[in-house]
């Protein structure tokens, strides 16, 4: 009984200590965390998936909850045939569970790329434009 309340107590301070992350945009470049940054000149492109289902497979250690997913992932987007669109492996991922909207960010030279969205569409959508007009005037 002991174990399970300590076992309880780390869950949840740990859930405290990571929240989710949000994108932002400072000067050239896209920040995730402070040691999470993409310069705009490194970007190989950025695609926006819009209503789109996705399957995810975790890779490694995940951090989530029933509403937010942060970590390494394989992540498949779908049409609504269940067909794929496109596929991503192990990209870095933050993904908000009530939103359907998804920004996909390839990096140049680089395997890594890294998919998220934010708690709607709406806030998804403009932040794909905001990024997609620094994108194209970085070019």
């Not at 669109?85 to 993904?95: F, G, I, P």
Request: with cysteine; proline share 2%.
């Amino acid at each position: 009984m002991l174990a399970g309340i300590f076992g309880t107590v780390i869950i949840l301070s740990t859930m405290r200590m990571n929240p989710p992350v949000y994108a932002t945009i400072k000067e050239d470049t896209i920040v995730f965390q402070p040691d999470e940054r993409i310069k705009f000149s490194k970007i190989e492109s950025i695609k926006y998936f819009e209503d789109t289902k996705i399957e995810l497979v975790s890779n490694g250690f995940r951090w989530g909850s029933d509403d937010y997913f942060s970590g390494d992932a394989n992540i498949r987007f779908l049409n609504t045939n269940g067909t794929e669109k496109e596929s991503v492996y192990k990209c870095k991922a933050y993904l908000h569970s009530r939103s359907n909207d998804y920004i996909l960010i390839e990096l140049k030279n680089s395997t890594r790329s890294y998919v998220f969205n934010f708690d709607d569409e709406k806030e998804t959508k403009k932040f794909y434009n905001r990024m997609d007009s620094f994108y194209k005037s970085s070019e």
